[in-house]
């Protein structure tokens, strides 16, 4: 059934087919509408919920592990310093192996403070344990949120999710989308069961232990082990909700890659200008190609190398900065998973779209013009530049 | 619960936690999280849940706990918070039907995990209502990495972060009054108490905090032997000095109706209580009386406004 949802009403709707047992509620731009529609569904009786509308983000993230670590099934929605209040309790959820599902609607950080698209909020979590899924557009929002549950609660994974989409651009725009039946949904989801919770009558559980240097990284080595299972375990999944929805997910989208000699690699909403501009070019006879990454944690490094083997220039297309004086994070694992081929394509990175500015069709052509120069002359040029940066005096 | 208290019968019940943890000798904290938990009814479980602090890591060390009942730490200030998620799950999940039999939500958490980094969690969980004790074992200082002044710690104290020196003369600030504060949240049981004696108030006062429905808070106080730097076979002495002196006042605010617990026979001078602490040593200093003088003032002063509420 087809039907125009905003990316964050789709995601509500996904939580609501799912009927969580615990919410854990707090309102910030522009994620702050998966809490209203979901206060709705329990006000009219739609879900039985407990719905906990906290005083904070970090509230809301200790309400979630808490009440997962107790058996409960758990979800959350936030976005930008939203998450970066998380940040001490996402790396305790991961640790204590606790699979909350989380909507994070990426918005730029603080300061100067901003309400608009970039990645800064979840790139600053990406090494926190958690599973990072990021959507093009509202149906991958909604899909990647059903998935999530299937992935993390699996015994060999146990991990928390983050169900990624791009502020305001994917969570206000309305789009047509597909919803599955809620009957189908609750058959994919399954019941919550876990071995061990707090709970439990037969067999009281302590959780959160202080962890000295004898056991400390055998624990971290386990929570490593599980990131890794977790990559067979998210195709598993997508092979398993195709069947149910007709779509095909990868831990990447590659686009027009069969013959691709320059290529980009990015994620989220800007894939969907980078089509647009890729199809034009294609009939120009440029072999423009598109590596988008849907699956950023756990990072699949050896297939986007195999994907990008063939290519002879490749710009990384990292929305957020990093500031580590080398290239955004992305860049960082792209070099790091090429490094292993034999012949390696050419390699930029190009920093854009901050804060959410806007990025063009006629914007990625020219990344593409920039590649096919490099893939003609075999010169780099600048490896880590910032897409449309304004001088100084056109600012003032 | 039979209405009369007897020690000997409440000791005997099974131990819900455990001897063999490693919180200091002297400390209070054990003292106090074992009375709370003795208040408990055998056949009703319970989940406990502790802040970071020296009772959490000196309780649940990989791989041991000392907790017979679940437990979960999280943080240093989200314990509030990490029961009412606890009890959000109690209710969701018994909706469901999934759990059944009664289960209690009990968090411990110290002075500078409660007055200070917690407290906005703490308030919060107030707010909203969870059916749940928040414990406070206040010891008047961050212990836990080794004396710090909190919003807790007593004017005049003598702590790492507030020293006496030339011209310091330990903690500028008097002590938060964090008991009137959640007072101020209209919850339905507020209470303040000591392990002093045969532990008949602090017994009382957990078990009505633990079956009165809804968010109740007790504050417990709790001596800290190498922060209130007193011989640690003193723990009972030094507790009970602070109750005599009305440094520490016993009381408890039910639905709002203040109540005093105890009115010591001869109020003692406040020094009766600071002496034997090297935290206060200063203070017995020649050209230092006034010291004490302001001291006595202010317990005055806090004691006179809780006789008024009391109606005592």
Known sequence: MSHRLSGNEAVAYAMKQINPDVMGAFPITPSTEIPEYFADYVANGEVNTEYVAVESEHSSMSVCIAAQAAGARSVCATSSCGLALMYELLYVAASCRLPITLACVNRALSGPININHDYSDSMGARDSGWIQIYAENNQEAYDNFLMAMPIGETPNVRLPVMACMDGFITSHAVENIELLETDAVRRFIGEYNPEHYLLKKENPLAVGPYDISPYYMEHKVLEAEAMKAAKARILEVAAAFEKISGRHYGLFEEYRMEDAELALVLMGSTAGT??????????????????????????????????????????????????????????????????????????????????????????????????ANIAATGETGPVYVHMGQRSREEIA | MSTVYNLKREVEKPARLTGGHRLCAGCGAGVVVA???????????????????????????????????????????????????????????????????????????????????GFQSLSGAMERGHDMVYVCYDNEAYMNTGIQRSSSTPRFARTTTSPVGSVGQGKKQNKKDLTEILVAHNIPYVAQTAPLGNFKDLHS??????????????????????????????????????????????????????????????????????????????????????????AQAYVDQKWERLLERTGA
Not at chain 1, 291 to 297: E, N, T
Not at chain 1, 326 to 339: D, H, K, R, V
Not at chain 1, 344 to 358: K, N
């Open chain 2, 205 to 294: 006062k957990s078990y009505k905090a633990i079956y009165t429905e809804g968010p109740c808070f007790l504050n417990i106080l709790s001596p800290c032997p190498r922060g209130w730097d007193y011989p640690m076979a003193k723990l009972a002495e030094i507790t009970k000095l602070a109750v005599d002196t009305c440094v520490w006042p016993l009381f408890e605010v039910e639905e709002g109706v203040w109540h005093l617990s105890y009115t010591p026979k001869k109020k003692l001078p406040v020094e009766e209580f600071l002496r034997p602490q090297g935290r206060f040593r200063h203070m017995f200093q020649p050209g230092n009386e006034w010291m004490i003088a302001e």
């Open chain 2, 35 to 117: 009375g709370v938990l003795r208040a408990l009814n055998n056949e009703d479980r319970a989940v406990v849940v502790n802040a970071t602090s020296c009772l959490e890591v000196s309780t649940f060390m990989y791989p041991y706990t000392a907790y017979m009942d679940s437990f979960i730490h999280s943080a240093f200030e989200n314990s509030a918070a990490t029961c009412s998620g606890v009890e959000a799950a109690y209710n969701a999940l018994q909706r469901r039907g999934k759990v059944d039999g009664t289960v209690k939500f009990i968090t411990f958490a110290g002075d500078g995990g409660t007055y200070d980094i």
């Open chain 1, 274 to 371: 980078a089509k647009a501009a890729i199809d034009k070019l294609r009939e120009d006879g440029v072999k423009a190609g598109l590596v988008k990454i849907r699956v950023f944690r756990p990072f699949p490094g050896e297939e986007l190398a195999r994907a990008l083997a063939g290519t002879r220039a490749v710009a990384v297309m990292d929305k957020s900065e990093g500031f580590s004086a080398n290239g955004g994070p992305l860049f960082a694992e792209t070099c790091g998973a090429l490094y292993g081929l034999k012949e390696r394509p050419h390699l930029i990175d190009i920093v854009y779209g901050l804060g959410g500015r806007d990025v063009r069709v006629e914007d990625i052509e020219k990344v593409f013009g920039r590649l």
